[in-house]
Nanobody
């Protein structure tokens, strides 16, 4: 079983920065993709950023402000969030596409709350 553990959420003022981390653990797995999604109150979960084989992709709303990076040796993905805005307030979820044996699975973290005050 593969688990994702997130850290780094919290309260920040508009214009500030936060860094999220997400570490994958388990046995006998390999990671294809890692990324971050978010869900604001009353809204659907949306993609924030994803990295696959070194290629990154961002939601338009965070381009130029957020940076996703991955440490393959640690099975960890990071999200550096700069110039935060109140509309970035949401629960942020780590996501990973993993292969376990011959199966491709999608794994989610428990979510971490980011609150940006104006």
């Amino acid at each position: 079983q593969v688990q994702l553990v997130e850290s780094g959420g919290g309260l920040v003022q508009a214009g500030g920065s936060l860094r999220l981390s997400c570490a994958a653990s388990g046995r006998g797995f390999s990671i294809n993709t890692m990324g971050w999604y978010r869900q604001a109150p009353g809204k659907q979960r949306e993609l924030v950023a994803v990295v696959m084989r070194g290629v990154t992709n961002y939601a338009d709303s965070v381009k130029g402000r957020f940076i996703i990076s991955r440490d393959n040796a640690k099975n960890t993905v990071y999200l550096q969030m700069n110039s935060l805005k109140p509309e970035d307030t949401a629960v942020y979820y780590c996501n990973a596409g993993v292969r376990v044996g011959y199966r491709d699975l999608e794994v989610w973290g428990q979510g971490t709350l980011i609150t940006v005050s104006s």
